[in-house]
Protein backbone atom coordinates (compact mmCIF):
# COMPACT_ATOMS: atom_id res chain seq x y z
CA UNK A 1 0.00 0.00 0.00
CA UNK A 2 1.37 3.66 -0.91
CA UNK A 3 0.62 5.78 1.87
CA UNK A 4 1.24 9.70 2.16
CA UNK A 5 1.72 11.49 4.65
CA UNK A 6 1.95 15.30 5.17
CA UNK A 7 3.16 16.99 8.10
CA UNK A 8 1.49 20.50 9.31
CA UNK A 9 1.97 22.28 13.16
CA UNK A 10 -0.14 24.92 14.07
CA UNK A 11 2.67 27.32 15.48
CA UNK A 12 5.92 28.60 13.18
CA UNK A 13 7.97 31.44 14.52
CA UNK A 14 9.11 32.68 10.90
CA UNK A 15 5.58 32.72 9.42
CA UNK A 16 2.69 32.61 11.88
CA UNK A 17 0.06 30.38 10.42
CA UNK A 18 1.79 29.89 7.13
CA UNK A 19 -0.22 26.30 6.41
CA UNK A 20 -3.36 28.42 6.09
CA UNK A 21 -2.29 31.37 4.53
CA UNK A 22 -4.83 32.21 1.09
CA UNK A 23 -3.06 31.12 -2.03
CA UNK A 24 -5.47 31.64 -4.93
CA UNK A 25 -8.00 31.47 -2.66
CA UNK A 26 -7.16 28.07 -1.00
CA UNK A 27 -5.30 27.58 1.99
CA UNK A 28 -1.46 26.59 1.35
CA UNK A 29 -2.12 23.22 2.95
CA UNK A 30 -4.73 22.29 0.17
CA UNK A 31 -2.57 21.77 -2.80
CA UNK A 32 -0.05 18.91 -1.14
CA UNK A 33 -3.43 17.39 -0.60
CA UNK A 34 -4.95 17.34 -3.49
CA UNK A 35 -1.68 16.59 -5.14
CA UNK A 36 -1.73 13.28 -3.33
CA UNK A 37 -5.57 12.68 -3.71
CA UNK A 38 -5.25 12.41 -7.61
CA UNK A 39 -2.41 10.33 -7.53
CA UNK A 40 -3.13 7.34 -9.82
CA UNK A 41 -1.43 5.46 -6.77
CA UNK A 42 -1.96 6.73 -3.41
CA UNK A 43 -4.22 4.50 -1.39
CA UNK A 44 -4.37 6.51 1.64
CA UNK A 45 -3.52 9.88 3.15
CA UNK A 46 -2.60 11.24 6.25
CA UNK A 47 -1.83 14.42 8.41
CA UNK A 48 -0.04 14.77 10.96
CA UNK A 49 -0.52 17.47 13.00
CA UNK A 50 -1.06 19.31 16.41
CA UNK A 51 -4.04 21.62 15.16
CA UNK A 52 -7.78 20.58 14.96
CA UNK A 53 -7.88 22.97 12.25
CA UNK A 54 -5.61 21.14 10.19
CA UNK A 55 -6.75 17.93 10.40
CA UNK A 56 -10.44 18.58 10.05
CA UNK A 57 -9.30 20.49 6.43
CA UNK A 58 -7.31 17.33 5.83
CA UNK A 59 -10.53 15.54 6.22
CA UNK A 60 -12.17 17.35 3.76
CA UNK A 61 -9.54 15.93 1.04
CA UNK A 62 -9.54 12.55 2.34
CA UNK A 63 -7.01 12.47 5.23
CA UNK A 64 -6.67 10.61 7.89
CA UNK A 65 -5.42 12.59 11.01
CA UNK A 66 -2.25 11.75 13.20
CA UNK A 67 -2.11 13.60 16.39
CA UNK A 68 1.55 14.30 17.09
CA UNK A 69 2.67 14.55 20.33
CA UNK A 70 4.06 18.28 21.95
CA UNK A 71 7.73 17.54 21.56
CA UNK A 72 7.03 16.71 17.50
CA UNK A 73 5.32 19.95 17.47
CA UNK A 74 8.34 22.90 18.42
CA UNK A 75 11.01 24.62 16.47
CA UNK A 76 13.41 22.44 17.35
CA UNK A 77 12.14 19.27 16.31
CA UNK A 78 12.77 17.50 13.19
CA UNK A 79 11.22 16.72 10.43
CA UNK A 80 12.42 13.30 9.97
CA UNK A 81 11.35 12.39 13.85
CA UNK A 82 7.73 13.65 12.71
CA UNK A 83 8.11 11.63 9.57
CA UNK A 84 9.19 8.70 11.68
CA UNK A 85 6.59 8.76 14.32
CA UNK A 86 3.40 9.14 11.39
CA UNK A 87 5.10 6.15 9.98
CA UNK A 88 5.24 4.38 13.00
CA UNK A 89 1.46 4.93 13.69
CA UNK A 90 0.24 4.37 9.67
CA UNK A 91 2.48 0.80 10.22
CA UNK A 92 0.09 0.06 13.16
CA UNK A 93 -2.87 1.19 12.03
CA UNK A 94 -2.36 -0.85 8.70
CA UNK A 95 -1.01 -4.02 10.48
CA UNK A 96 -4.59 -4.01 12.50
CA UNK A 97 -5.85 -4.29 8.59
CA UNK A 98 -3.46 -6.92 7.43
CA UNK A 99 -1.77 -4.47 5.35
CA UNK A 100 1.78 -3.10 4.88
CA UNK A 101 3.25 -0.18 3.73
CA UNK A 102 5.50 -0.37 0.17
CA UNK A 103 5.91 3.17 -0.07
CA UNK A 104 5.66 6.81 1.70
CA UNK A 105 4.95 9.95 0.00
CA UNK A 106 6.28 12.62 2.30
CA UNK A 107 4.75 15.82 1.94
CA UNK A 108 4.78 19.32 3.77
CA UNK A 109 1.82 21.66 4.20
CA UNK A 110 3.51 24.69 3.32
CA UNK A 111 5.26 22.85 0.34
CA UNK A 112 2.27 23.62 -2.62
CA UNK A 113 4.78 22.84 -5.49
CA UNK A 114 3.57 19.56 -6.11
CA UNK A 115 1.67 18.03 -8.56
CA UNK A 116 -0.45 14.33 -8.90
CA UNK A 117 1.89 13.68 -12.27
CA UNK A 118 5.14 14.40 -10.36
CA UNK A 119 4.11 12.41 -7.48
CA UNK A 120 3.25 9.34 -10.04
CA UNK A 121 6.72 9.67 -11.71
CA UNK A 122 8.26 9.20 -8.46
CA UNK A 123 6.54 6.24 -7.18
CA UNK A 124 7.15 4.96 -11.13
CA UNK A 125 10.84 5.29 -11.12
CA UNK A 126 11.03 3.41 -7.31
CA UNK A 127 8.78 0.63 -8.44
CA UNK A 128 11.11 0.58 -12.12
CA UNK A 129 14.45 0.08 -10.19
CA UNK A 130 14.03 -1.60 -6.25
CA UNK A 131 18.05 -0.11 -5.81
CA UNK A 132 16.93 3.34 -4.95
CA UNK A 133 15.87 4.07 -1.10
CA UNK A 134 13.72 7.25 -2.85
CA UNK A 135 12.44 9.75 -5.37
CA UNK A 136 12.12 13.62 -4.20
CA UNK A 137 11.42 16.15 -6.47
CA UNK A 138 14.60 18.91 -7.09
CA UNK A 139 14.43 22.46 -8.58
CA UNK A 140 17.26 23.70 -10.61
CA UNK A 141 19.00 26.91 -8.57
CA UNK A 142 22.22 27.54 -10.67
CA UNK A 143 22.19 31.51 -8.80
CA UNK A 144 22.63 29.50 -5.34
CA UNK A 145 25.74 27.66 -6.34
CA UNK A 146 28.14 26.61 -2.98
CA UNK A 147 30.92 28.36 -4.97
CA UNK A 148 28.81 31.75 -4.42
CA UNK A 149 27.83 30.90 -0.75
CA UNK A 150 29.37 33.53 2.04
CA UNK A 151 29.36 33.84 5.65
CA UNK A 152 29.84 36.72 7.59
CA UNK A 153 33.43 36.20 9.42
CA UNK A 154 34.06 37.47 12.91
CA UNK A 155 35.59 41.00 11.49
CA UNK A 156 32.26 41.81 9.80
CA UNK A 157 33.49 40.68 6.47
CA UNK A 158 31.74 38.65 3.58
CA UNK A 159 34.28 35.33 3.67
CA UNK A 160 33.65 31.78 1.45
CA UNK A 161 31.46 29.69 3.05
CA UNK A 162 33.01 27.10 1.47
CA UNK A 163 37.06 26.51 0.54
CA UNK A 164 37.36 27.85 -2.96
CA UNK A 165 39.85 25.03 -2.71
CA UNK A 166 37.23 22.57 -2.80
CA UNK A 167 35.88 23.32 -6.07
CA UNK A 168 39.18 23.06 -7.47
CA UNK A 169 42.22 25.10 -8.40
CA UNK A 170 40.68 28.76 -7.52
CA UNK A 171 42.73 30.37 -10.44
CA UNK A 172 40.10 28.08 -12.44
CA UNK A 173 36.79 29.32 -10.95
CA UNK A 174 34.37 31.48 -12.97
CA UNK A 175 31.53 34.34 -11.56
CA UNK A 176 29.78 32.37 -14.18
CA UNK A 177 26.83 31.49 -12.37
CA UNK A 178 26.99 27.76 -14.64
CA UNK A 179 30.52 27.47 -14.45
CA UNK A 180 30.05 24.40 -12.07
CA UNK A 181 27.80 22.92 -13.79
CA UNK A 182 24.00 22.11 -12.64
CA UNK A 183 23.12 22.69 -9.33
CA UNK A 184 19.88 20.72 -7.88
CA UNK A 185 17.99 21.20 -4.79
CA UNK A 186 15.54 19.07 -3.13
CA UNK A 187 12.67 21.58 -3.07
CA UNK A 188 10.70 20.31 -0.90
CA UNK A 189 7.46 19.17 -2.82
CA UNK A 190 7.56 15.40 -2.13
CA UNK A 191 9.59 12.94 -0.60
CA UNK A 192 8.60 9.45 -2.34
CA UNK A 193 10.62 6.75 0.62
CA UNK A 194 11.01 2.97 1.19
CA UNK A 195 9.74 3.05 5.15
CA UNK A 196 13.37 1.65 6.04
CA UNK A 197 14.68 5.33 5.33
CA UNK A 198 12.70 6.35 8.36
CA UNK A 199 15.18 4.46 10.55
CA UNK A 200 17.50 6.50 12.64
CA UNK A 201 20.33 7.35 11.10
CA UNK A 202 19.77 5.70 7.63
CA UNK A 203 19.95 8.61 5.48
CA UNK A 204 22.79 11.37 5.00
CA UNK A 205 22.30 14.83 5.64
CA UNK A 206 20.33 17.35 5.57
CA UNK A 207 17.23 15.33 5.07
CA UNK A 208 17.72 11.85 6.69
CA UNK A 209 14.62 10.69 5.18
CA UNK A 210 15.35 11.06 1.91
CA UNK A 211 17.82 7.46 2.58
CA UNK A 212 21.35 7.27 0.44
CA UNK A 213 20.34 6.45 -2.86
CA UNK A 214 18.39 9.07 -4.01
CA UNK A 215 16.76 9.94 -7.47
CA UNK A 216 15.49 12.75 -9.10
CA UNK A 217 12.45 14.32 -10.18
CA UNK A 218 12.76 17.25 -11.80
CA UNK A 219 10.64 20.03 -11.22
CA UNK A 220 11.34 23.92 -11.25
CA UNK A 221 10.59 26.92 -8.54
CA UNK A 222 9.89 24.82 -5.78
CA UNK A 223 10.62 25.49 -2.33
CA UNK A 224 8.59 25.37 1.07
CA UNK A 225 6.92 28.87 2.24
CA UNK A 226 8.63 30.60 4.87
CA UNK A 227 8.51 33.83 3.95
CA UNK A 228 6.27 36.35 2.27
CA UNK A 229 8.00 37.03 -0.24
CA UNK A 230 7.66 33.07 -1.52
CA UNK A 231 3.89 33.13 -2.07
CA UNK A 232 3.53 35.14 -5.17
CA UNK A 233 6.33 32.89 -6.69
CA UNK A 234 4.06 30.06 -5.76
CA UNK A 235 1.19 31.19 -6.72
CA UNK A 236 2.73 31.72 -10.12
CA UNK A 237 3.89 28.36 -10.14
CA UNK A 238 0.64 27.07 -9.52
CA UNK A 239 -1.10 29.08 -12.22
CA UNK A 240 1.50 27.55 -14.63
CA UNK A 241 0.51 24.09 -13.70
CA UNK A 242 -3.39 24.77 -14.31
CA UNK A 243 -4.79 26.17 -11.38
CA UNK A 244 -6.65 28.93 -11.04
CA UNK A 245 -8.51 31.02 -8.98
CA UNK A 246 -11.37 29.50 -6.27
CA UNK A 247 -14.55 29.93 -8.01
CA UNK A 248 -17.57 31.30 -6.41
CA UNK A 249 -19.05 27.97 -6.36
CA UNK A 250 -15.99 26.42 -4.32
CA UNK A 251 -15.95 29.01 -1.97
CA UNK A 252 -19.86 28.28 -1.31
CA UNK A 253 -18.76 24.78 -0.71
CA UNK A 254 -16.21 24.96 1.73
CA UNK A 255 -15.68 27.50 4.24
CA UNK A 256 -12.34 26.63 4.65
CA UNK A 257 -11.52 28.78 1.45
CA UNK A 258 -10.69 32.34 1.47
CA UNK A 259 -12.06 35.02 -0.46
Not at 50 to 63: P, Q, R, T
Not at 120 to 144: C, F, P, Q
Not at 152 to 178: H, I, K, N
Request: charged content about 25%; proline content about 6%.
Amino acid sequence: MICALMLGRANSSGLPGKNMLPVLGRPLMVYPLIAARDSRFVDRIYVSSDSDEIMELGAKYGAEAIRRPPELCTDEALGEDAYRHGSDVIRERLAGEGEEVELLVLLFANAATITAALIDEGIEKLRADDTLDSAVTVSRYNMWSPLRARRLDDDGTLQPFVPFETFGDPATLSCDRDSQGDVWYADMGVSIVRPYCLEPNFGILPQRWMGRKIAPIESWGGCDIDYPWQLPAVEFWLREHGFEAATDAELAEDDELVR
